[in-house]
C-alpha cells in the first residue's frame, strides 16, 4: 500500500488524542489495521504455495477419460481468502462439464479455477478430460493470483510446468475401411519352407537315417518298438512394410486437411494392429519427423556454450533430424507394436522428402517376398514408377488411397482401396470418441480392453 495511508492513519489517531475523539481513534485504528493487513497478504500470499499438476494416465487410447488432478498446498500459518490458478491446456483436449476460457494461442485454452486455502491445507480437485485428439499434448504454463481479503492489492507467479499427454492414434477394425476381413492385401502365397519349429510338434514318422537324437519321439519308439521321429511344424514369416505419405493439402485455415491426416494415420494404426495379430512381420516409415518436446527440453541445457558453438548448425540440425525420422525396421513382437503406435502418435503434419524417395531408399532393404503398403492421399507418376520397380523386385504392393474422391480400383497395375475422406473420419471420430471410455480395440471380437493395455500402452523405449 501507498505510505500515505499509514501517514493518514497516524495522524487520524494522533487528532483523536489530542481532541479525545474516541470514534475518530477507532477509525484510525482501522485504517492502519487494514492497511497493514492488506500489506502482510500482500507480501507473503504466494510464499511457501505449492502447486502441482498430475495425470491419472500419462499414455492414453484414442477416445478414453483421463482424470487431471490439481492441488494446491498453502504450507504457512497465513490463510488465503482466494486463490486464482489459471492453467493452460491443448484446445484439442476439452475437459468434460467445464466452459474454458479462450486463450491468445489458438490451439490453446485456459483451464480457471478458485480456491480458498486455509493455514496448512492442500485443497485438490479434479477434471475429466476427453482424450479425442492423437498427438503429444503440452500443458502449461501455469499462473496463479492472490491478495488480500479487500481485493485491494495482488501478487502473481507464473510456473513453467510443462507437462504432456500422449494419445495413441485411433485403432478400428480393416472392415469398416472396406477393406476384405481374411486377405486385405492379396493372397498369402508362403514361399519355400526349409524351416521347422521345434516346439510345435504334429505328428511322428519312422526314424530316418541321420536323424538327430533330440528328434526321436521315445514314448512313441517304446509303444511301436521301433525308432519314431517327431514331425515338427513348418514356419513361414510373413513381411508387411508400411510407407505413410505425410502430404499437405490445400484448406482455407490450416493450410492442410487435418482430417484427412488423421484418417491415413488411423489406417496405418490398424493396419499395423492387424498384421501384428495375424503373425506378421511390420516395419513402418513416413516422410516426416516425430514431435518429441520432452527430449528437447532434456536435452536442451547439455553442453557449454564454447562447445554448443563450436557445434556446427548444419551437424546439430542433422543429428536432430536423425532423432526424430521414422525408421522403423519390421519385427513382429509386441514392443514393435507400442514403437509403431507412439510413433504414430507423434506425427507430425508436416513433411519432408517425397514419400517415393523414402521408399526408394528402403527398397533394397525390404525382405524377400515382403508386401508395401502406402497409404496416401495424393498419387503422381513419381510414385507409380518407384512402386512399378519395387514389383518387379518381388514385392506385393497395395495402395491406401485416402480422400473424398475415390480412385480406380487399378491403378498402373496396382491394387488400389478408398478408405475414405473427411466424412469417413467424422464418422469413426462419432463411433469410437464420444467420451463415454470405449475404445476402438473394444469393438474388436475376442480382445480383451485390459490386455490392449498392456500392449500399447506401457512405458515405451527404444532408439530410433
Not at 23 to 41: C, E, S, Y
Not at 88 to 100: G, I, Q
Not at 265 to 283: F, K, L
Request: proline share 5%.
Amino acid at each position: 500500500m501507498n505510505r500515505r495511508w499509514y501517514y493518514l492513519g497516524i495522524a487520524i489517531l494522533i487528532a483523536a488524542i489530542l481532541f479525545h475523539q474516541p470514534l475518530l481513534a477507532v477509525i484510525g485504528l482501522l485504517l492502519l489495521l487494514v492497511v497493514g493487513t492488506t500489506d502482510i497478504w500482500a507480501r507473503f500470499c504466494l510464499r511457501d504455495l505449492r502447486y502441482s499438476r498430475q495425470f491419472s494416465e500419462r499414455r492414453a487410447l484414442f477416445g478414453e477419460e483421463v482424470t487431471l488432478s490439481l492441488s494446491v498446498e498453502n504450507a504457512k500459518l497465513l490463510p488465503l481468502p482466494w486463490l486464482e490458478v489459471e492453467d493452460t491446456m491443448p484446445r484439442a483436449l476439452p475437459v468434460k462439464s467445464r466452459k474454458l476460457r479462450n486463450n491468445l494461442r489458438s490451439d490453446t485454452v485456459v483451464l480457471e479455477s478458485l480456491f480458498s486455502p486455509r493455514w496448512y491445507e492442500r485443497v485438490t480437485r479434479r477434471y475429466t478430460i476427453l482424450c479425442n485428439a492423437r498427438g503429444v499434448h503440452q500443458f502449461g504454463p501455469t499462473v496463479v493470483r492472490s491478495g488480500d481479503v479487500f481485493g485491494f492489492l495482488s501478487q502473481e507467479e507464473s510456473f513453467s510446468n510443462w507437462q504432456y499427454l500422449l494419445v495413441y492414434p485411433l485403432v478400428v477394425p480393416l472392415t469398416r475401411f472396406g477393406l476384405p476381413a481374411r486377405h486385405p492385401f492379396g493372397e498369402r502365397r508362403a514361399p519355400r519352407r526349409l524351416l521347422e519349429d521345434p516346439s510345435r510338434t504334429i505328428g511322428v514318422r519312422d526314424y530316418a537315417y541321420g536323424d538327430s537324437l533330440r528328434r526321436v519321439h521315445w514314448k512313441a519308439t517304446a509303444r511301436t518298438m521301433q525308432l519314431q521321429s517327431k514331425v515338427y511344424e513348418a514356419t513361414t514369416t510373413y513381411t508387411l512394410v508400411l510407407f505413410l505419405n505425410v502430404a499437405a493439402h490445400t484448406d482455407g485455415y490450416y493450410g492442410i486437411n487435418p482430417d484427412l491426416q488423421e484418417l491415413a494415420i488411423c489406417a496405418t494404426a490398424s493396419v499395423a494392429d492387424w498384421a501384428i495379430d495375424q503373425g506378421y512381420e511390420v516395419g513402418f516409415y513416413a516422410n516426416t519427423i516425430m514431435y518429441m518436446p520432452e527430449m528437447e527440453e532434456e536435452s536442451g541445457g547439455t553442453g557449454t556454450a564454447q562447445e554448443d558453438a563450436a557445434r556446427g548448425l548444419e551437424e546439430e540440425v542433422e543429428a536432430q533430424l536423425r532423432k526424430r525420422r521414422i525408421h522403423l525396421p519390421p519385427s513382429s513382437n509386441d514392443e514393435q507394436r507400442k514403437r509403431i503406435m507412439e510413433v504414430l502418435a507423434r506425427v507430425q503434419p508436416f513433411f519432408g522428402a517425397a514419400i517415393e524417395d523414402v521408399i526408394q531408399a528402403e527398397r533394397t532393404r525390404l525382405a524377400a517376398g515382403a508386401t508395401v503398403v502406402v497409404i496416401t492421399s495424393s498419387v503422381n507418376d513419381p510414385l507409380l514408377e518407384t512402386l512399378a520397380r519395387v514389383r518387379q523386385a518381388g514385392h506385393a504392393v497395395t495402395i491406401l488411397f485416402v480422400g473424398d474422391a475415390p480412385m480406380p480400383g487399378r491403378l498402373g497395375g496396382f491394387t488400389v482401396y478408398h478408405i475414405g475422406g473427411e466424412e469417413t473420419w467424422q464418422e469413426l471420430v462419432a463411433a469410437y470418441g464420444s467420451g463415454t471410455g470405449s475404445t476402438s480395440l473394444e469393438a474388436q471380437p475376442g480382445r480383451d480392453q485390459e490386455q490392449n493395455r498392456e500392449q500399447i500402452q506401457g512405458t515405451i523405449g527404444f532408439s530410433l
